[in-house]
T-cell receptor
Framework: GAGVSQSPSNKVTEKGKDVELRCDPI?????LYWYRQRLGQGLEFLIY????????KSGLPSDRFSAERTGESVSTLTIQRTQQEDSAVYLC????????????FGPGTRLLVL | AQKVTQAQTEISVVEKEDVTLDCVYE???????LFWYKQPPSGELVFLIR??????QNEISGRYSWNFQKSTSSFNFTITASQVVDSAVYFC????????????????FGTGTQLKVEL
């Protein structure tokens, strides 16, 4: 079946502008995760959704970052007033609900803030 | 706090050589899961394996094998007879349960090991 998809694949924006990144999880997966990967580094957890709820927002770097999920499906990560340090690859993953389920990742959105 | 260490930043081997990627983890949880992911140049993370903390049996899948040793908190990954297509960044990750319902888990990643396999 279809995997996790993300759009856009690449985004170039100017400092101070808002951006929206989209994630479509695998159908039937109730858990959805957002991670950030800076150049040459590992993945950094940002937020996760169980259904449409986000029980843990502790990974969001600042209040400029927000995320929502609707219909237990699509999720949008919004970065307001982008800064150059926001430049990174933003990866989305989904999994079935239970604790031990494996997370399957999308191809990511490469964000460059000029 | 959980931590995953991949001390090898970059490894270069010649095709057909065996190579082992090291992973050492820290956790206070008694129940946890360990993962390896492959990230080829295309960027997409590809799931390779998941092991739970109660199962220390080594696993082999084709040219890949994994050695989980709880006593040393290590989960090493060996590629036998490496091929050029194995060139990628490999990440080791550790799961941490989130919330009280047991739903979902947060992955803590190591910084990755860049493997280059040359002809």
């Amino acid at each position: 079946g279809a995997g996790v998809s993300q759009s856009p694949s690449n985004k170039v924006t100017e400092k101070g502008k808002d951006v929206e990144l989209r994630c479509d999880p695998i159908s039937g997966h109730t858990a959805l995760y957002w991670y950030r990967q800076r150049l040459g580094q590992g993945l950094e957890f940002l937020i996760y959704f169980q259904g449409n709820s986000a029980p843990d927002k502790s990974g969001l770097p600042s209040d400029r970052f927000s995320a929502e999920r609707t219909g237990e499906s699509v999720s949008t990560l919004t970065i307001q007033r982008t800064q150059q340090e926001d430049s990174a690859v933003y990866l989305c993953a989904s999994s079935l609900e239970v604790f031990e389920e494996t997370q399957y990742f999308g191809p990511g959105t490469r964000l460059l803030v000029l | 706090a959980q931590k995953v260490t991949q001390a090898q930043t970059e490894i270069s081997v010649v095709e057909k050589e065996d190579v082992t990627l090291d992973c050492v983890y820290e956790t206070r949880d008694t129940t946890y899961y360990l993962f390896w992911y492959k990230q080829p140049p295309s960027g997409e993370l590809v799931f390779l394996i998941r092991r739970n903390s109660f199962d220390e049996q080594n696993e082999i899948s084709g040219r890949y094998s994994w050695n989980f040793q709880k006593s040393t908190s290590s989960f090493n990954f060996t590629i036998t007879a490496s091929q050029v297509v194995d060139s990628a960044v490999y990440f080791c990750a550790l799961s941490e349960a989130l919330g009280f319902t047991g739903g979902g888990n947060k992955l803590t990643f190591g910084t990755g090991t860049q493997l280059k396999v040359e002809l």
